[in-house]
């Protein structure tokens, strides 16, 4: 049986805090086409997800594990070398991003870019559908399930998927020059907070 990546998470997530290299995003797109990070999404869900990433960039690949959590207010994600050591973490909570990685990382993806592939590949279409108004992105689901957006008849982001929204299983997110594989393991539903705000870890 797959274990439950919550406890996880919240003892990664602390580990990470100590000795880490903290910071706010500072990766802005060079090109007007491309999506910018803004704000985050609510999914509509609470999940806690077991997955595994490939992050490509060019020739560069980094193979991770990870753990992630999401809710109304809140996502955040850990990520673990094969041996087990905890890399980076994300956490985004209301309009505040926090990236904290092990010093001298540096990774192939930029961290606000890997936040919303995550979403774009995931979220809901009808969960996505105010931020892409907002940025003047069309969804679209072919019919082999995979998910194109585009903005003026041009690609941005591809995804093909073997599975839907955040059930197992494979995914491939193409958003040149980066791409992600992600392979989500095991879902587990978590409890609503309907009071007070996300417990920091």
């Not at 090109?31 to 609470?46: A, K, M, V, W």
């Not at 490509?56 to 109304?72: F, I, K, P, Y």
């Not at 008849?153 to 093909?160: F, S």
């Not at 995914?171 to 992600?182: D, M, V």
Request: charged letters at 25%; aromatic letters at 6%; hydrophobic letters at 40%.
């Amino acid at each position: 049986m797959s274990r439950s990546p919550a406890p996880l998470l919240l003892l990664a997530l602390m580990a990470l805090g100590a000795g880490c290299a903290t910071h706010q995003p500072s990766y802005r797109p060079d090109d007007g086409e491309r999506l910018r990070f803004e704000e985050f999404i609510d999914p509509g869900t609470s999940l806690a997800l077991d997955l595994a990433l490939e992050l490509r960039r060019g020739m560069e690949v980094w193979n991770l594990e990870g753990s992630m959590e999401v809710d109304a207010r809140r996502l955040a994600l850990v990520t673990f070398t094969p041996m087990g050591t905890t890399l980076f973490s994300l956490t985004y909570s209301g309009d505040a991003f926090e990236y904290r990685s092990l010093p001298g990382v540096s990774l192939p993806i930029p961290p606000e870019s890997l936040l919303l592939l995550l979403e774009v590949a995931l979220w809901p279409e009808e969960a996505l559908a105010p931020w892409s108004l907002a940025n003047r992105v069309d969804v679209r689901r072919g019919a082999g399930g995979e998910r194109t957006l585009t903005r003026r008849g041009r690609t941005l982001i591809e995804v093909r998927s073997e599975a839907s929204g955040f059930a197992p299983g494979r995914r491939r997110i193409f958003a040149p020059p980066f791409e992600l594989g992600l392979n989500i393991r095991h879902t587990e539903e978590l409890p609503a907070e309907p009071h007070g705000d996300p417990v920091d870890p």
